[in-house]
């Protein structure tokens, strides 16, 4: 696949999950639980896990997702790296999260469920645009 589709795929997939992060954010700090299909959104957003060092993991996301966003308009040689390692980190992160969902807390969140298999999608592609060598393929043109 070509440089620019994955650079695209990316900044998409990290746009959507920081629309969910930013979401998230929102029902946070406004003290109301988000719209859910299960009934395990509220319990999961005022759960212990909910905040790291006192700053809502949603907002954790949300900072994310648009660091990831920003290093896909950026055209410098370390920006492939910031976003993948950035991708990789948030991948265990929410793996982390979805154990605590599954085996601590015993509820499911649609929104935090949903930005995990975002995270799922992202990561291996942010791999393959980190392993890309350049808007140019060497086979030729396409």
Same mark, same amino acid.
Do not use: D, E, N
């Given at each position: 696949m070509r440089e620019r589709y994955l650079?695209?795929?990316v900044a998409l997939l990290a746009l959507i999950g920081a629309g969910i992060g930013g979401y998230l954010t929102y029902t946070h700090f406004r003290g109301t639980p988000p719209v859910c299909f299960t009934s395990?959104?509220?319990? !999961?957003q005022n759960s212990r896990w909910s905040e790291l060092f006192g700053i809502p993991v949603a /907002? %954790?996301?949300?900072? $994310?997702? +648009?660091?990831?966003?920003?290093?896909?308009?950026v055209r410098h040689p370390?920006?492939?790296? !910031?976003?993948?390692t950035i991708a990789l980190t948030a991948l265990g992160f929410n793996a982390? /999260? %979805?154990y605590v969902q $599954?085996? +601590?807390i015993g509820r499911y969140c649609t929104w935090c469920v949903s930005n995990e298999i975002v995270?799922?999608?992202?990561?291996?592609?942010?791999i393959a645009w980190l392993l890309?060598?350049?808007d140019r393929d060497k086979r030729g043109p396409a």
């Open positions: 650079r695209f795929a395990g959104c509220g319990v !999961v /907002l %954790l996301g949300l900072l $994310a997702y +648009l660091s990831i966003v920003a290093t896909t308009l370390l920006s492939k790296q !910031v976003g993948a982390y /999260l %979805l $599954a085996h +601590l995270s799922a999608v992202l990561a291996p592609i942010a890309t060598s350049g």
